[in-house]
């Protein structure tokens, strides 16, 4: 099975169903969290902020997996965002398309959260070499299997596990 992942220091907007706070985690804190039998009890939902249309909202996390080591390059975009990424993982471009970020190419338009918590779009200004890294993806619940990494509009794990 081949995943599509983030780097672990990729920071995603976390809250639990029954709790109106949010947190912020890295991916990488959020899968010791995830996994943890010291957390809040499992009838309590895990959520991951996400676009959809032209606002914000909350889905559920189903998993969250640790892939190992592989593969990624940095996306680095025109207003200052960034995100670390394997080839395969999709982002969000225009308003409702997805593509995987080795077709990706300077100049694109990416999606992502403005202060406001409303859509907005940036354009990659470049990317980097790759390089080697720990790598993680989250499992979001249908219809929304995708998620907010960095502010940028990332999709989830898609197939079987």
Same mark, same amino acid.
């Given at each position: ?39 809040? +009890? ?40 960034n995100v670390t990424t394997t080839a395969e993982h999709k982002i ?14 300077e100049g694109d338009l990416i999606r992502i959260c403005l202060k ?17 890294? +720990? ?7 249908? +219809? ?5 990494a960095n502010k940028i509009h990332v999709g989830g794990f898609e197939?079987?596990?």
């Amino acid at each position: 099975m081949k995943l599509d992942c983030l780097t672990g220091d990729t920071v995603v907007d976390f809250r639990l169903s029954t709790k109106r706070n949010v947190t912020i985690y890295t991916l990488k804190d959020f899968y010791a969290y995830f996994h943890s039998t010291y957390q809040t +009890p499992v009838i309590c939902e895990k959520n991951i902020k996400t676009l959809t249309g032209l606002n914000t909202k909350y889905t559920t996390v189903k998993s969250i997996i640790r892939a190992g080591i592989r593969r990624v390059r940095i996306i680095k975009l025109e207003n200052g965002f960034n995100v670390t990424t394997t080839a395969e993982h999709k982002i969000g471009i225009r308003f409702y398309d997805f593509m995987a970020a080795k077709h990706l190419m300077e100049g694109d338009l990416i999606r992502i959260c403005l202060k406001d918590n409303k859509i907005g779009f940036s354009i990659i200004e470049s990317f980097s070499d790759w390089f080697e890294q +720990p790598v993680y993806n989250v499992i979001c619940a249908e +219809p929304n299997n995708h998620f907010l990494a960095n502010k940028i509009h990332v999709g989830g794990f898609e197939g079987e596990l």
